[in-house]
């Protein structure tokens, strides 16, 4: 079930601040407060999804691809590409290390990362 209190939800109501990268209908991209990277954005659905098995299961193919070209748009912005190289993650439910329960990817680059 959803959560309207999580943190990510006060970001989309404009109630707490975020350094902002890239919007659309779909998506928000902004930084993360604590990087565990040089570069470190989070992308989050405007959708209300609490992780990408629910997304998935649920959302239209519409919200889907647009949310898909929200991360190409957010990665191209950051000057990352298939050459320099990123790593694209989501943590999925508690288990996995999600804190916050609604759908993010992390977007992780700028240093060389081995596995
Ligand atoms: P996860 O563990 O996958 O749920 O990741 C949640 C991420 O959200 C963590 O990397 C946090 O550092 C980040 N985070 C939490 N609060 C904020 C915030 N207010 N602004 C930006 N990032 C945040």
Known sequence: MYD???????????????????????????????PKAPIHALVITKGKYTCYTDFTGKASSEEINGYNKAILKTVEQLGLS??????????????????????????????VMPF
Do not use: M, T
Request: with cysteine; charged share 25%; hydrophobic share 35%.
């Open 82 to 111: 298939e050459d320099n190289g990123f790593r694209l993650i989501f943590n999925n439910g508690k288990a996995s290390g999600q804190e916050v329960p609604h759908l993010h990817a992390h977007i992780l680059g700028g240093k």
């Open 4 to 34: 309207d209190n999580n943190v990510f939800a006060k970001i989309l109501r404009g109630e707490i601040p975020c350094k902002k990268i890239y919007e659309d209908d779909y998506a928000l991209a902004f930084y993360d407060i604590n």
